[in-house]
């Protein structure tokens, strides 16, 4: 199957992610926090109420649910980007297939553990020479490549619910060929603000780092203490909305389902069920929004566009979409932006 390179600029793919976030930031934070806690807090109970078998127990039960967890964010994730029905209960809806997401989960870390154990050899090869330690960094980049190539088969599982295990890890592999650096450039481009949104994470674990050496009950390994945790997580969830909401974006290029090349800042999407052209057999697009009447047609185009100009006939009912008849960028020139249709009434 053909898949497409993504070329966009980062900040270009991370507007997407705001655009889709526009008016949903509350929805996706609550969502995010929801899968936050359905992840996290079950381990701290199991502290609380049996810290000898809670490190074997929560164990398990990670095992369990990483996966159905992981598909229902996948879920949501798109849902909210294509501007359908998001919900906070969709964060849940993986456990629908509960086990092939668990086992998705596992031939990927398999797949993924087989890389690392690359690092094996370097670590013996670093005992016998530790001038050489360094080497063993780069030995994890293999596992964090195969990490990459194998991390959109949860939204791929999403688009296609009867795809087995295997053809989902086979289409992932397909996907992110050529697009892998672009997906870490995209993720690292990140960094600052879950840095900063770190601080009252990182202020907590050493709060409770000192308590626990100071022997200090009330935050070490305590419900008040795993509270704090999870409310000083909150800045860093934000962060992670924002980023799930770009890797929506990114796996909506690779996909078709957003044409590269026509992608700009101030892009909005439709449904062609409710307003769009329904010419295409794209279920989602990206289509430019008409200038502001302080705008020239001419401020409004970005240097990534290419020629894609709008039909004569804007607004009929056989107006054509935006992303036909790109091979003739000059088949309509307008002489001047008054005789744009694209540059209504209203605008004036």
Known sequence: MEHNIVNERLGTLRALGREALRGKWKLAVLALFVWYCA???????????????AEAVGGLYSFLVTGPLALGFAIFALSLFRKQDAKVAQIFYGFEQFGKALGMMVVVGLIVLAWALIIIPGIFIAMLAPFLFPILF??????????????????ILTDNPGAGIMECIARSKELMVGNKKKLFLLELSFIGWALVASIPLIGVVGA??????????????TPAGDIAMLVASIPLIIVYAYLMATQAGFYEIMVGNLRPGVIVTTAEIIDP?????GESDKPWQIVEKPPAPWQSAE???EPWQGAVEPESDIGGED??????????PDEHEYPDEHDDPAYDDEDR
């Open 299 to 301: 401020s409004v185009a």
């Open 273 to 277: 069920a409710e307003g769009g052209s």
């Open 208 to 221: 409770q780092i000192s308590a626990a050496m100071a022997d200090d009950y009330v935050m070490a390994s």
């Open 39 to 53: 992840t996290a807090v079950p381990t701290f109970v199991l502290g609380w109420f049996f810290p000898d078998a």
């Open 319 to 328: 107006a054509a979409a935006p992303w036909e008849n790109a091979d003739d």
């Open 138 to 155: 780069v030995l994890f980049i293999p596992a964090i490549i195969a990490m990459y190539r194998y991390g959109q088969v949860y939204f």
